[in-house]
């Protein structure tokens, strides 16, 4: 156990490990927002750390300017890691390098963990459509106020806008009524990301 009382063991921690830290955590809020527990997350923390301040002295930093100024050591030991964090999140969010890979026959892994996270992830108001597992259906539209929980062991979903399901014509609006739905109660869901059908079979 690092004795964190001692101030090279707390420089140890300082410079290898909290700008991982920092660095995953922003790029988490972009995804699920969820990490791993710390213990489980320390050998990845200390990779990114490592990276990162190849990168700083890539761009010219010394350790010498860092460690004798408190304001350049703030700025690349938070900072610095933070926006680090948020290029991660957004690179994962929007694909960006994946998208390339995969342009050139590559195919790696996706960084979002199950594929209800990456669909609720895109917040486009839609349509939806929840087949529950008694057999009844709850249509409603998905928007900004809704909510699909991001936690994989409670997958409930809040439809802010409830629609009636008409057997010919389209959903009927029929006021402001959201919903809130178990996971235990949800069979499937159907997504329509611009207008809801004319006609939806029950069965």
Known sequence: MVDLKSPEAFQIVLYLVVPGLIAVFVRAQFLTGRMQKHTDAILTYLPISLIYWAMVMIAG????EISEDPRVALLTVF???AILGALLGL???LDLVRGLLRKAKLNPVHPVPTAWDWKFQRTQPQFVLVTMTDGECVAGRYDE???ASSDPTERDIYIEKVLEIQEHGPWKDVGDKGILIRPSEIRYIEF???NPPNEVSKT
């Open 61 to 64: 930093l010394t350790v010498k």
């Open 79 to 81: 900072l610095g890691p």
């Open 91 to 93: 690179n994962a969010r």
């Open 145 to 147: 106020s809704s909510f």
């Open 192 to 194: 329509f990301p611009a």
